[in-house]
């Protein structure tokens, strides 16, 4: 599409205007939501258009393109229905250059500088998928359909639901706030998560560069499907659940104050070179990590390659201590006193679960 002979044309949207283009993939009944849209709503629909040919950015529309957003929705004050509406029109703009990113960061944006709460935008009518959507979000959102990558990254305060599933780095850098995501998510999310719930109905996508959790220092996130290699890689706090299957390395480089709850089978390489912090298996596995005798501990007997390293972290399976250091196993007893006096962590990340919600307004 040739962007300069495009902004000569006026777009202007209308309950009364034919604008196939405008309802084109739409289903009926969303088609209908659109055409119900009042006069008031129409002039702000013309005037988000307007914004949007103001908005240029690099030629990738990354994240650094956002604050250009902000500058050119300044004083714009759209409400839900607002934003819903032009949600549903942005068909009318695919072929732009890079309209997935543009269009994420731009609605993020206008949702942000609202004085409104409770959006809702529609994204299972488009060919692709938005990235960035709920961008340092602060507001209440529902994102209907899969979203694309960088959903509720640098994530402030609020809540995004997500009804379908959400790419690499979803939620990373996340502040504040409670999201769910009722499908699947790709590697690299919850990475660097500092506070607030990160909730995901299927499986997570891990690998030992775009790890799940990397690095979390704070908040719960909680997956109820599986995940891949090196799920809560270097994590410095908060609260970890994997209620499926892992394939590989499960808490490795892990730090003190940092808490793993694996109810699947945990794989192998549980805790490689951890530093200190709480793994709990429930389940099967197959090998952990012996920090002690550095070498690797497998479930049926033997040894395998070597470190220089030690550490203070405990590791349960089933209630019973599977293994720690020389000082840990010496002060707690094979873990017996700890386990009595320490939260169990599956009620404390409940507990932390409703606080965020309770918090986002949920």
Same mark, same amino acid.
């Given at each position: 599409?040739?962007?300069?002979?495009?902004? #000569?044309?006026?777009?202007?949207?209308?309950?009364?205007?034919?604008?196939?283009?405008?309802?084109?993939?739409?289903?009926?009944?969303?088609?209908?939501?659109?055409?119900k849209t009042d006069v008031q709503t129409d002039q702000m629909q013309e005037t988000l258009c307007s914004k949007w040919k103001e908005f240029k950015g690099l030629s990738r529309y990354d994240w650094d393109d956002y604050p250009k957003a902000v500058k050119i929705l300044d004083g714009v004050d759209a409400t839900p229905k607002d934003v819903e509406?032009?949600?549903?029109?942005?068909?009318?703009?695919?072929?732009?250059?890079?309209?997935?990113?543009?269009?994420?960061?731009?609605?993020?944006?206008?949702?942000?500088?609202?004085?409104?709460?409770?959006?809702?935008?529609?994204?299972?009518?488009?060919?692709?998928?938005?990235?960035?959507?709920?961008?340092?979000?602060?507001?209440?959102?529902?994102?209907?359909?899969?979203?694309?990558?960088?959903?509720?990254?640098?994530?402030?305060?609020?809540?995004?639901?997500?009804?379908?599933?959400?790419?690499?780095?979803?939620?990373?850098?996340?502040?504040?706030?409670?999201?769910?995501?009722?499908?699947?998510?790709?590697?690299?999310?919850?990475?660097?998560?500092? $506070?607030?719930?990160?909730?995901?109905?299927?499986?997570?996508?891990?690998?030992?560069?775009?790890?799940?959790?990397?690095?979390?220092?704070?908040?719960?996130?909680?997956?109820?499907? $599986?995940?891949?290699?090196?799920?809560?890689?270097?994590?410095?706090?908060?609260?970890?659940?994997?209620?499926?299957?892992?394939?590989?390395?499960?808490?490795?480089?892990?730090?003190?104050?940092?808490?793993?709850?694996?109810?699947?089978?945990? $794989?192998?390489?549980?805790?490689?070179?951890?530093?200190?912090?709480?793994?709990?298996?429930?389940?099967?596995?197959?090998?952990?990590?012996?920090?002690?005798?550095?070498?690797?501990?497998?479930?049926?007997?033997?040894?395998?390659?070597?470190?220089?390293?030690?550490?203070?972290?405990?590791?349960?399976? #089933?209630?019973?201590?599977?293994?720690?250091?020389?000082?840990?196993?010496?002060?707690?007893?094979?873990?017996?006193?700890?386990?009595?006096?320490?939260?169990?962590?599956?009620?404390?990340?409940?507990?932390?679960?409703?606080?965020?919600? #309770?918090?986002?307004?949920?």
């Amino acid at each position: 599409m040739n962007l300069a002979t495009e902004a #000569k044309k006026p777009i202007i949207i209308s309950s009364m205007t034919a604008a196939s283009s405008r309802f084109k993939g739409l289903r009926p009944e969303l088609e209908q939501q659109v055409r119900k849209t009042d006069v008031q709503t129409d002039q702000m629909q013309e005037t988000l258009c307007s914004k949007w040919k103001e908005f240029k950015g690099l030629s990738r529309y990354d994240w650094d393109d956002y604050p250009k957003a902000v500058k050119i929705l300044d004083g714009v004050d759209a409400t839900p229905k607002d934003v819903e509406t032009f949600s549903l029109a942005l068909s009318q703009f695919e072929g732009e250059n890079c309209f997935h990113r543009k269009a994420g960061l731009f609605l993020s944006a206008l949702m942000n500088q609202s004085s409104h709460d409770g959006f809702i935008i529609h994204v299972s009518h488009l060919k692709e998928n938005l990235d960035f959507l709920g961008y340092r979000n602060e507001k209440r959102v529902t994102i209907k359909g899969n979203a694309g990558h960088h959903t509720g990254e640098n994530m402030k305060k609020g809540s995004i639901l997500v009804e379908g599933s959400s790419g690499i780095m979803t939620c990373y850098a996340m502040e504040s706030g409670y999201v769910h995501i009722m499908g699947s998510v790709d590697s690299g999310s919850a990475g660097r998560i500092a $506070g607030g719930a990160f909730i995901v109905d299927g499986d997570a996508a891990s690998n030992n560069q775009y790890a799940l959790a990397d690095e979390m220092s704070g908040g719960v996130v909680w997956i109820k499907g $599986g995940s891949g290699s090196n799920p809560g890689q270097g994590m410095k706090g908060g609260i970890l659940i994997i209620e499926g299957d892992v394939s590989s390395m499960l808490g490795s480089h892990l730090h003190k104050g940092a808490t793993i709850v694996a109810k699947g089978n945990a $794989g192998n390489g549980i805790g490689y070179m951890m530093e200190s912090g709480r793994i709990y298996l429930t389940s099967d596995y197959g090998n952990i990590w012996d920090h002690d005798e550095k070498r690797l501990h497998w479930t049926t007997g033997g040894m395998s390659w070597y470190a220089s390293h030690d550490t203070t972290g405990m590791i349960f399976h #089933k209630g019973i201590l599977a293994m720690a250091s020389h000082w840990d196993r010496f002060w707690h007893n094979l873990g017996t006193i700890v386990r009595q006096h320490e939260p169990d962590p599956q009620k404390k990340a409940l507990a932390m679960i409703e606080a965020a919600k #309770k918090g986002a307004g949920q």
